[in-house]
Every structure is written in C-alpha cells, then in structure tokens.
C-alpha cells in the first residue's frame, strides 16, 4: 500500500471514529434528556396526585398512581399512598396486595406493614392484623402510631390484657417524645376500621 492510500485511509478511518462518537454522543444526549424528561414527567404526576389526595379526590388519583408506579416501581412511598387511596375508597383486597408487594419491594417497611395490618382489621382478619402489626411495631422500634393501632387491634380481639401491656409500653416512649410524627401515607385503625365481629 503506498503512502497516499494509508494516508487516505487514515483520514477514512478518522472520519468514520469522529462519525461514531458523534452518533454516540447524540445518543447519550438523547438518553440524557429521555432520562430528564421522565423525572420531569413523574414529579408532575407526584405533585398531580398530591393535590388529588389534598382534595379527597381518590378515584382520580388511583389510574395516576399506578401510571407512576409502572414507571418508578421502586418508589415505596407512591406505593404506600396508592394503598392508603384504596383504603380510603374501600378497595380493601386492592389495598392488601398493594401492601404485600411493597413489603416484597422492602421487608423492613413498617408503615408499609402497619398498613397491611390495619387493611386486614377492617377485612375482619384479626389474627392476621395482629402478626403484621406486632412485627411493624417490633422493626419500627417502638414507634407510637403502630403502637396505638396494635393495641386497639388487641382490643377488637378481646385481648385486654395484651392491648393493656401495649399501651404501658408507649405512655412510656410518648414521655421521652417531642411529637407524634404520622407519615402522611400511613393509616391508623380506629373502632370503624375494624370489621364488625361475626
């Protein structure tokens, strides 16, 4: 080969390289900006379902939240409030199986769990209410809104005595608290969320 032909294609091979890192570069651009604009997309429907839950529109927000979710399937958070909405409209199984794939996501969500068990109190699972609420009292470390909701969880059972010990446990951890801190995405079982006993 002489000198002008691997001259010739030197400056082929130099214009095919700079040929590919820029269709290399434009793609990463792309992915960049693809990548930008689906966070953007996501925080608008965060906010969106934000406001729809401020306003108690629940129905709206569900078909968003599991838009989201297809796209974040890892936002635990988003899954906890798209639980909490169908509680709230009274998709009770809906809201149990959204509860156990978050636990399947995260086994150490407690408000996750804590939500589960008070699902199961209001579909008359008491048994099953109980095990998912002392296990997220237990790995929250004591926190006292899953205290409460065990312990009233006892009391729907007819167990006085365990509900009793509960309620020794937090009057002693509410001394040393500031302030109950609910998330805003966790349910608290009172006597209607319980389901009346056969």
């Known amino acids: ?98 509860y156990y794939v978050a636990l399947l996501h995260d086994p150490e969500d407690f408000v996750a769990r804590n939500n589960l068990g008070v699902v199961l109190a209001k579909q008359g699972k008491l048994q099953d209410s109980l095990r998912e609420l002392r296990e997220a009292f237990v790995s929250s470390e004591h926190e006292l809104f899953v205290g409460a909701n065990l312990a009233r969880a006892y009391e729907s059972a007819e167990d006085p005595q365990a509900a009793g010990e509960v309620w020794r446990v937090l009057s002693g951890a509410a001394r040393g608290a500031d302030e109950v801190q609910i998330p805003d995405d966790a349910l608290i079982l009172d006597n209607a969320n319980v389901a009346a006993k056969p």
């Open 1 to 98: 080969m002489s000198r002008r032909e691997r001259v010739l294609l030197a400056l082929l091979m130099c214009g095919l390289l700079l040929t590919l890192a820029v269709v290399f570069s434009h793609g990463a651009t792309n992915d960049q900006s693809n990548t930008l604009e689906q966070e953007a997309l996501l925080e608008e429907w965060k906010s969106s379902v934000a406001e729809m839950v401020r306003q108690r529109r629940y129905r709206e927000a569900v078909p968003t939240l599991r838009n989201y979710l297809r796209h974040a399937p890892n936002d635990s958070g988003m899954r906890r409030l798209l639980g909490k909405v169908l509680f709230e409209i009274r998709r009770y199984p809906e809201a149990r199986d959204v």
